[in-house]
């Protein structure tokens, strides 16, 4: 039984050395989730700000991607900034983390398609994602570049959606432990019972 009570140990050993790997991971993970969450927040309070400011340079910017009517078109112009605000400081203090990751994610793919398709159809216009927009000349478009940007961004907004845990969040306050912590308590249970299986079997051993 000498055998059988050094496989146990060792083997509780290793176990504890995974716990201590998956509560590192987790903080690495929570930290990555932070600045996706902060670094989203400034992209929708910097846009946001921009575009009302710039009201009717908004809708223009709206009015130049030709997929709606003028009306249609100047609403969508005149709401865009407010949500985008809105998304901005929701995610800023970490309410609803993950319902505004997704919200972020579907209004950051409509961007990217709306770009996408300017350019598939030869329109020459500026994208407007920061202000701006409209009409510009032939050899002043950056269609790739507006598309890899706002593909950054959604990775993002996807981030936080499949895990939203994050540090100093008004979800983490409210709610305390999520998925990520139970995971980390998981293996914590696991290797305790590793461990009480391991004395057990090496009293009986020696017995």
Not at 46 to 64: E, L, P
């Amino acid at each position: 039984m000498r055998l059988n009570f050094r496989y146990l140990s060792g083997y509780s050993g290793t176990g504890g050395s995974l716990c201590a790997v998956a509560r590192s991971s987790s903080k690495v993970l929570d930290l990555i989730g932070t600045l996706a969450r902060l670094g989203l927040a400034a992209v929708w309070l910097i846009s946001g700000a921009i575009k009302v400011a710039d009201q009717n340079g908004t809708m223009a910017s709206v009015r130049a991607y030709q997929l709606f009517p003028d009306g249609v078109a100047t609403l969508i112009g005149a709401v865009l900034p407010f949500l985008e605000l809105a998304l901005g400081l929701l995610v800023l203090v970490g309410i609803g983390t993950r319902l505004v990751g997704v919200l972020s994610g579907l209004v950051l793919v409509i961007y990217i398609a709306g770009i996408a398709q300017s350019w598939a159809r030869g329109l020459t216009i500026d994208c407007g994602c920061f202000g701006g927009g409209g009409q510009v000349a032939a050899g002043q478009t950056h269609y790739p570049e507006e598309i890899l940007r706002d593909t950054g961004f959604l990775a993002m907004a996807v981030w936080l959606a499949v895990r939203p845990r994050t540090f100093a969040s008004i979800d983490g306050w409210l709610f305390g432990r999520d998925e990520s912590h139970d995971e980390a308590d998981g293996v914590d249970e696991e290797v305790s019972t590793t461990a009480d299986n391991g004395s057990a079997s090496s009293t009986i051993g020696s017995e």
